[in-house]
């Protein structure tokens, strides 16, 4: 139903006065009858179209022009006035009522789009927001598939290494043969076992180490605590060794200096060239070593580099090195006995001289 409808009134001119129950009813019957027409007006807005309208106004404005025109131009004739005032009324109520069915139509029409354009803005926001959330779900995959996890650079062992010495609960063979992924989890299992055990092995061989170097530094104390006694020993023992004649001098003090960075055979054979002047009380033979300290001691510094074994090397590291190849011994050799040796026996004098 239109709103702000006037509702039509009805003037009485009966000077009767009707009785209260009838006047009642005349009233009830009355706003049945309006109520009626307006139901019956909206149905045939409703029902009517846009072309209908326009049509039906076209055709009275177009009557209701003619007859302004026969009224200007005198045409009507003083019998006819009463029809012809008619006429004009009834033409201009048509036009009024076409028009508010006009206006009540395209109010409905409005509120129904208003209605429906409600409905479409409110499934837009809809839209928008599942793309909002595809666009944050397509981000949250983009960046599980940019991710780098920690177990991408750690270096496994191969697959037939793992195959071969994993256990079956965790290689599970025929399940991880054919998916990559549980396959990778399993050697991930297995790397984690396999370095646990290494760091026990680890702090095992850390506690002997340190059991090693605990004993190493109390032989070292031991050691330097027996130096100011041999010390104490030499000079008790100075006396005894002036009357016996045994005093050694500086000049022999740096001879036994020089000899001791000998090489060991040359060692041997300064051993024996003294052992035979004490034997055989032979005074003309004269035992000198000349050559490069500093050479000599690089030397030494370098064989002892070369047959020094690491402390952290277990029982059977130590039994594969014990088993070189003749080879390597055989090239240490060589490189020992390629110093060259030269001996003079002039006026019974000995000299060795290692270049």
Same mark, same amino acid.
């Given at each position: 139903?239109?709103?702000?409808?006037?509702?039509?009134?009805?003037?009485?001119?009966?000077?009767?006065?009707?009785?209260?129950? !009838? !006047?009642?009813?005349?009233?009830?019957?009355?706003?049945?009858?309006? /109520?009626?027409?307006?139901?019956?007006?909206? =149905?045939?807005? *409703?029902?009517?179209?846009?072309?209908?309208?326009?049509?039906?106004?076209?055709?009275?404005?177009?009557?209701?022009?003619?007859?302004? @025109?026969?009224?200007?131009?005198?045409?009507?004739?003083?019998?006819?006035?009463?029809?012809?005032?008619?006429?004009?009324?009834? @033409?201009?109520? /048509?036009?009024?009522?076409?028009?508010?069915?006009?206006?009540?139509?395209?109010?409905?029409?409005?509120?129904?789009?208003?209605? $429906?354009?409600?409905?479409?803005?409110?499934?837009?926001?809809? *839209?928008?927001?599942?793309?909002?959330?595809?666009?944050? @779900?397509?981000?949250?995959? %983009?960046?599980?598939?940019?991710?780098? +996890?920690?177990?991408?650079?750690?270096?496994?062992?191969?697959?037939?290494?793992?195959?071969?010495?994993?256990?079956?609960?965790?290689?599970?063979?025929?399940?991880?043969? %054919?998916?990559?992924?549980?396959?990778?989890?399993?050697?991930?299992?297995?790397?984690?076992?396999?370095?646990? %055990?290494?760091?026990?092995?680890?702090?095992? =061989?850390?506690?002997?180490?340190?059991? @090693?170097?605990?004993?190493?530094?109390?032989?070292?104390?031991?050691?330097?605590?027996?130096?100011?006694?041999?010390?104490?020993?030499?000079?008790?023992?100075?006396?005894?060794?002036?009357?016996?004649?045994?005093?050694?001098?500086?000049?022999?003090?740096?001879? $036994?200096?020089?000899? +001791? *960075?000998?090489?060991?055979?040359?060692?041997?054979?300064?051993?024996?060239?003294?052992?035979?002047?004490?034997?055989?009380?032979?005074?003309?033979?004269?035992? !000198?070593?000349?050559?490069?300290?500093?050479?000599?001691?690089?030397?030494?510094?370098?064989?002892?580099?070369?047959?020094?074994?690491?402390?952290?090397?277990?029982?059977?590291?130590?039994?594969?090195?014990?088993?070189?190849? %003749?080879?390597?011994?055989?090239?240490?050799?060589?490189?020992?006995?390629?110093?060259?040796?030269?001996?003079?026996?002039?006026?019974?004098?000995?000299?060795?001289?290692?270049?």
């Amino acid at each position: 139903m239109s709103a702000k409808r006037a509702r039509p009134t009805t003037i009485t001119t009966t000077g009767n006065l009707q009785s209260p129950e !009838k !006047k009642k009813q005349t009233e009830e019957h009355m706003i049945k009858t309006v /109520s009626e027409f307006y139901e019956r007006e909206d =149905r045939e807005a *409703l029902s009517m179209t846009a072309a209908s309208i326009e049509e039906s106004f076209l055709q009275h404005s177009q009557a209701f022009k003619q007859k302004l @025109l026969d009224s200007c131009n005198d045409l009507v004739k003083p019998s006819e006035a009463s029809n012809f005032e008619e006429s004009l009324l009834s @033409l201009f109520i /048509s036009l009024r009522r076409l028009n508010r069915l006009a206006q009540y139509r395209n109010r409905q029409i409005r509120d129904r789009v208003n209605q $429906e354009r409600a409905v479409v803005e409110e499934r837009f926001l809809q *839209l928008q927001n599942v793309r909002s959330e595809i666009e944050h @779900l397509q981000k949250e995959i %983009n960046r599980c598939y940019d991710f780098r +996890s920690a177990d991408e650079d750690i270096e496994l062992v191969s697959l037939e290494e793992f195959y071969a010495n994993a256990p079956p609960s965790i290689s599970q063979e025929e399940i991880t043969r %054919n998916d990559p992924h549980r396959q990778h989890l399993a050697r991930l299992n297995w790397e984690m076992q396999e370095r646990k %055990n290494l760091v026990g092995t680890l702090q095992e =061989r850390e506690g002997r180490k340190n059991v @090693l170097i605990t004993d190493i530094t109390t032989k070292e104390h031991r050691l330097k605590s027996l130096k100011p006694r041999i010390e104490a020993v030499i000079e008790a023992a100075r006396p005894v060794q002036e009357l016996m004649g045994l005093t050694c001098s500086p000049i022999d003090v740096e001879k $036994e200096r020089v000899l +001791s *960075l000998l090489p060991q055979e040359l060692s041997v054979i300064v051993i024996q060239i003294e052992a035979y002047c004490d034997i055989v009380k032979e005074s003309g033979i004269i035992l !000198k070593c000349k050559g490069d300290y500093e050479s000599a001691m690089k030397f030494l510094e370098s064989r002892q580099h070369v047959f020094e074994i690491p402390e952290d090397v277990d029982d059977e590291d130590n039994q594969d090195d014990a088993s070189y190849p %003749n080879s390597f011994l055989d090239d240490i050799r060589s490189s020992l006995y390629n110093l060259n040796i030269t001996v003079f026996l002039e006026r019974r004098t000995i000299l060795i001289l290692p270049i």
